[in-house]
């Protein structure tokens, strides 16, 4: 294997509720890192500047766009656990795991609905385990290639961190934190 796709190996979609998994041969043109924070203002008597009080703090939302090229996909992606359907690619498969995962499952048993979790990697830059909100998009792109397919696609959606994290953490690891377990033959130990 090339030291290229080695390195590349790093960027990944994790699904946790199919246990599959999808590496990513290139990095994302950009990547948006957001966490916001409410700190309630108080005036208080005789003072020119206000009082401010922690209130509360995220999510944390990650904007991801992925540009999907279906021949580069399909050659980085030898040992991925990525099940496709009859006619589909893993482009393919990835768009409707992707668009399905906006979607809560529903426990019968336990009569309750829980979104499923996703956790995506970027290099050594980006580490986020947490549930797509807002929506899904994906574009296709020109040329058309074998079987009347679009040769690229790009799928933009949000990750909402899940995990509660402090002050320290975040300074230690930033952008990065989360990553407390090894990914490794395909799932995390």
Do not use: W
Not at 24 to 30: A, F, I, K, S
Not at 105 to 124: C, F, L
């Amino acid at each position: 294997m090339s030291k290229e796709v080695d390195i590349n190996r790093q960027n990944y979609i994790y699904l946790f509720h199919t246990d599959e998994f999808l590496y990513l041969p290139e990095y994302p043109d950009e990547i948006s890192d957001k966490m916001t924070s409410t700190f309630a203002q108080t005036n208080a008597l005789a003072r020119t500047a206000p009082v401010f009080t922690y209130s509360n703090s995220g999510p944390r939302t990650v904007n991801i766009r992925v540009h999907l090229h279906r021949d580069l996909i399909e050659f980085s992606n030898s040992g991925s656990r990525m099940k496709t359907e009859d006619g589909e690619d893993l482009v393919d498969a990835l768009i409707k795991k992707i668009q399905a995962i906006a979607l809560p499952t529903y426990n019968a048993e336990m009569k309750k609905m829980t979104p499923p979790s996703i956790a995506v990697r970027i290099g050594n830059e980006l580490f986020v385990r947490g549930v797509v909100q807002g929506g899904v998009s994906i574009t296709y792109e020109k040329p058309i290639i074998k079987g009347n397919k679009y040769a690229q696609a790009t799928i933009a959606f949000d990750v909402y961190e899940t995990d509660p994290y402090d002050a320290v953490s975040v300074s230690k690891a930033g952008s990065f934190r989360g990553l407390t377990s090894t990914f490794k033959d395909g799932r995390f130990v």
